[in-house]
């Protein structure tokens, strides 16, 4: 009787681990995705994907529109890299030469955009800043 106890037990023990096992492997997997997924959005492609895509939804950009936006967002995601070589990471986000960039890009789309689209595309850029401005007071503690 003792013996079968035993062997209930020691099964049970396997389970739970079998079962913590798994459900560890499975947070961890969610982890992964969720931490390679936030560093694609710092990718240039991603992030411009990432910009597209929400444009899109928020505008509404028409098919060509969106081939065009995409051209400037790719080129807007060189020249970052062009710059981000010579800066130091704190002020990546920063650097004057950035808002340069950033403008001029901003512009390119602002020219593409249909009337009824600017105000959407404004309210993008406002958050956006906003945000921005955030992350600088945050850094400058």
């Known amino acids: 009787m003792e013996s079968n106890?035993?062997?209930k037990k020691a099964r049970l023990?396997?389970?739970?681990?079998?079962?913590?096992?798994f459900a560890a492997g499975a947070l961890s997997l969610n982890l992964y995705q969720h931490l390679t997924s936030s560093q694609?959005?710092?990718?240039p492609r991603g992030r411009t994907e990432y910009i597209l895509g929400k444009m899109n939804k928020e505008?509404?950009?028409?098919?060509?529109?969106?081939?065009n936006v995409k051209k400037i967002l790719d080129e807007?995601?060189?020249?970052?890299?062009?710059?981000?070589?010579?800066?130091?990471?704190?002020?990546?986000?920063?650097?004057?030469?950035?808002e340069a960039v950033r403008q001029e890009s901003r512009?390119?789309?602002?020219?593409?955009?249909?009337?009824?689209?600017?105000?959407?595309?404004?309210?993008?850029?406002?958050?956006?800043d906003e945000i921005r401005e955030k992350e600088r007071e945050r850094l400058k503690k």
Do not use: C, W
Not at 13 to 21: E, M, N, S, Y
Not at 40 to 43: A, G, I, L, Q, R
Not at 59 to 67: E, I, K, M, R, Y
């Open 5 to 7: 106890t035993s062997q």
């Open 13 to 21: 023990i396997v389970a739970a681990v079998f079962v913590i096992g």
């Open 40 to 43: 694609n959005k710092d990718h």
């Open 59 to 67: 505008v509404g950009l028409t098919s060509d529109q969106q081939d």
């Open 76 to 98: 807007t995601g060189e020249k970052y890299f062009e710059i981000r070589k010579d800066i130091e990471p704190v002020m990546k986000p920063f650097e004057p030469r950035f």
């Open 107 to 128: 512009n390119r789309i602002r020219s593409l955009l249909r009337e009824e689209q600017l105000p959407k595309f404004e309210e993008m850029v406002r958050k956006q």
